[in-house]
């Protein structure tokens, strides 16, 4: 009976690891680029100071267009400074997904400090996929607990 609870014990442990060491993971590779994010905000009130560079937003996307004649997407992302539209030449996401995009910001012009004819053209992105390879594992190792004990 002894050897029986510490095998358990040990199984457990084991599980216990593995779950953590999931959920460590996912939230340093999650926090990565929120870590390094623009807010919005910046580059809405300055969008002069931005011209030309590559910036990382991270929020939630809020809606989607998508204008078949001209062949022009775009989405707003949100974040708690503000949102901003950005175009894409990729498929949108998916509205309420939660993401970082890289952009590149281009002002038509800039006369006296105020730009003119701002864009905000998606670079790359990453999706939060992993809050659900982390939900899927969680979840599977929880279902296998029943095996694991016996």
Do not use: Y
Request: aromatic share 4%; proline share 4%.
């Amino acid at each position: 009976m002894k050897n029986h609870l510490s095998r358990l014990s040990r199984r457990t442990a084991q599980f216990l690891q593995a779950v953590f060491l999931v959920a460590a993971l996912g939230i340093l590779l999650g926090s990565c680029d929120r870590l390094r994010a623009t807010p919005i905000n910046e580059v809405n009130t300055s969008p002069a100071n931005f011209d030309g560079k590559e910036v990382v937003f991270h929020g939630v996307v809020t809606e989607l267009t998508r204008i078949p004649l001209i062949d022009m997407k775009s989405f707003i992302l949100k974040d708690e400074s503000g949102e901003i539209a950005i175009l894409t030449d990729h498929d949108l996401p998916k509205s309420g997904q939660e993401l970082s995009v890289k952009v590149k910001v281009q002002n038509l012009a800039i006369i006296n400090g105020e730009p003119l004819g701002t864009t905000i053209t998606e670079i790359e992105r990453q999706e939060w996929a992993i809050k659900d390879w982390i939900n899927r594992t969680v979840s599977q190792a929880a279902s296998n607990l029943p095996r694991l004990i016996k």
